[in-house]
């Protein structure tokens, strides 16, 4: 008796978003109710199966570890209790979110009497591919869930244990609701090819996510049918301009690339105006450095910094447009504003860009001219991010500027359709 052809690569994924295209139907009318219910189920499932998934993220780490990953990659692998609790928190806060689908957006009545709305809908089937992010496998899933997508999520191979077992206590949360596992679905194999099978489906998904470094943003966007947004690298400039008060230039410089360097809203490229350079660079580059940050410096900052006893080196010219994701920035610094907005636009990636600032007419000139997802007046580019903006967990940052330009959350999930009502009108 002859046995059945194993399935290839190419049909277990066109069978997987199949499933996903099934499930995205039932999403697209499910109350928001039973949406609610199943992201603080899948809450409470991840305290329930909080062992296995650190354990599972332990093998990940131990892999990385031993393949010679660097520290920035670790620590945006890793999970310990208190990651996995504030990803459970953050299925609450998705939860407690409203609902955008259904939202009339606008209405008007033509003067035939036809009444005419825009109303969102889901997108439908949302590709997630991203690298060493655990917790992207979470964010994503709730993100489409309760804006009525189904997700299929493709972590790199170095977070695939840990992505399934978050997926896992997700699945369960689904169940308990009332609504299909598929709903969210994390693609099983390491195997590349895996990836670009999936992005030949556009009959059966809507839209890809890149979330990641530059090779992998470029592989997607390159051997993809289905419409891709990016999320890119980011490439953060602050700008100290003449007027910027010297603290809030140091806690701006050390929050934007001390606290999470590894990160894509974290600062890599400080400008300082040359009228405040020699009171503003000193201090701000002391603080820099003895937080181990390696100032890579043109001409005039490094002869600035080393008459301050301040360790520096000279910049390289690739050091600028460089995403370091690493304890390293590249300072230097410009004649005047008009110069700051010139190497932005040259090196900038349209990710965030930051002012310090108390000339009124220097913050709104800045805002009016840099083109990136966020422009931040005396804030940190810290605070690019879904949760910070008041989204709720994002599902990426996007530097593309259709559909969606900045932080994804709930409201970038969706689309708009038109919804005409009459009363038997036919067209004249």
């Known amino acids: ?234 490439v953060c400039h602050l700008f100290l301009d003449a007027s910027a008060p010297l603290d809030q230039a140091v806690a701006l410089a050390m929050n934007g690339k001390v606290q999470r360097p590894g990160v894509c809203n974290a600062l890599e490229c400080l400008l300082v105006h040359r009228a405040a350079a020699a009171k503003l660079l000193p201090p701000v580059g002391r603080a820099l450095a003895a937080a181990g940050v390696e100032l890579r410096c043109d001409p005039t900052a490094l002869t600035l910094l080393r008459r301050a006893a301040v360790k520096a080196v000279a910049a390289r010219p690739e050091d600028y447009g460089r995403e370091f994701l690493d304890k390293i920035l590249a300072v230097r610094v410009v004649p005047h504003l008009d110069a700051a907005l010139d190497h932005i636009a040259r090196y900038g990636s349209l990710h965030t860009e930051a002012i310090l600032t108390r000339d009124l007419p220097s913050a709104r000139r800045f805002e009016r001219e840099v083109t990136a997802s966020a422009v931040m007046v005396n804030a940190s580019t810290r605070f690019n991010d879904g949760g910070e903006l008041g989204l709720g967990a994002e599902i990426g940052i996007s530097t593309t500027k259709l559909h969606a330009f900045g932080p994804m959350g709930l409201a970038e999930l969706t689309t708009q359709k038109y919804v005409v009502e009459g009363d038997g009108h036919i067209r004249s």
């Open 1 to 234: 008796m002859r046995q059945p052809a194993e399935a290839t690569l190419e049909q277990e994924m066109r069978r997987l978003a199949e499933a996903a295209r099934g499930a995205a139907r039932l999403l697209s009318y499910a109350p928001t109710a039973q949406k609610d219910a199943a992201l603080r189920e899948a809450a409470a499932a991840l305290a329930t199966r909080s062992r296995a998934i650190l354990e599972a993220n332990r093998a990940d780490v131990d892999a990385a570890r031993q393949a010679g990953q660097g520290a920035a990659f670790l620590d945006r692998l890793a999970l310990d209790p208190k990651r996995l609790d504030g990803i459970a928190r953050a299925l609450r806060e998705v939860a407690s979110l409203p609902d955008p689908v259904g939202e009339v957006t606008s209405s008007w009545r033509r003067p035939n009497g036809l009444a005419v709305k825009k109303v969102r809908i889901p997108l439908g089937v949302v590709l997630m591919v991203y690298e060493a992010r655990p917790n992207v496998t979470v964010d994503a899933a709730a993100l489409c869930l309760k804006s009525g997508n189904a997700a299929i999520l493709r972590p790199g191979s170095d977070a695939l244990r840990s992505s399934l077992a978050l997926s896992e206590a997700f699945a369960d949360g689904l169940a308990a609701a009332g609504l299909p596992r598929e709903a969210a679905q994390v693609v099983p194999t390491p195997d590349r090819e895996a990836t670009f099978a999936l992005l030949q489906l556009d009959e059966l998904i809507d839209l890809a996510i890149p979330r990641g470094g530059p090779s992998l943003i470029r592989a997607v966007a390159e051997r993809s049918r289905v419409p891709v947004v990016k999320h890119y690298q980011g």
